[in-house]
């Protein structure tokens, strides 16, 4: 945890914001959006994480391995991370002195796997999680009372093929939960300025009039 990047850390935090990055990825390479984040939530603690065990791809960090991965195997590879995940979650809480309800979890691709899958599992650890080109490990049942979730996805991914977002998004409709998706269209599996767009007017603080 102590290899997290630290984006923003103001003394009296009302909110909380984790990124987590994709396989083989590291923290800096979400640093510029969370850079973005902070300036939009002034008061938020901003925290690039990194992910806990070296890639088996030979660069950066993982939170479960890739390498064979199927369809069959998947969910029991996230369901070994997860405690260690929710681990890291409540540590930055702790630190921040943020609860689960202000608490915000941004995750691209295998770290946007492990915020889905979180919301699984009661209570919330969070109230809010946008998954970037992610998915769910299996078909959503569930989901922690008071989470919203937001999907950006790109139509062209061909790493995370885009009704994989449909079909969650769909699912979670169903039952009865605050949902969005937003998709790109020609966007790949990354990030362009169509998504870090859409973050920020989803993430919007609320004004009163």
Do not use: K, Y
Not at 43 to 48: D, G, L, R
Not at 61 to 89: C, H, I
Not at 166 to 195: K, Y
Request: aromatic share 4%.
């Amino acid at each position: 945890m102590s290899d997290a990047i630290v984006i923003q850390r103001p003394a009296a935090a009302s909110g909380l914001i984790l990124l987590f990055h994709g396989v083989g990825s590291q923290p800096a390479d979400l640093v510029p959006l969370g850079q973005v984040l902070a300036r939009q939530h002034p008061s938020a603690c901003v925290v690039s994480v990194r992910s806990p065990h070296p890639s088996g791809l030979g660069r950066g960090w993982e939170w479960f391995s890739v390498l064979g991965v199927t369809e069959e195997n998947r969910p029991a590879r996230v369901a070994s991370a997860m405690a260690p995940f929710a681990d890291t979650v409540r540590h930055w809480q702790r630190l921040s002195g943020v609860g689960a309800a202000a608490t915000t979890l941004i995750g691209f691709s295998q770290g946007a796997i492990m915020a889905l899958e979180s919301t699984r599992h009661a209570p919330a650890l969070a109230g809010t999680v946008v998954s970037i080109a992610g998915r769910f490990a299996q078909a959503p049942t569930a989901l922690a009372a008071g989470t919203r979730v937001h999907f950006m996805h790109g139509d062209a991914d061909g790493v995370m093929p885009v009704h994989l977002a449909l079909e969650a998004h769909a699912a979670l409709s169903a039952l009865g939960a605050a949902v969005t998706l937003d998709v790109f269209p020609g966007l790949g599996h990354g990030v362009d300025q169509r998504v870090l767009e859409a973050i920020l007017q989803r993430l919007a603080p609320a004004t009163t009039a």
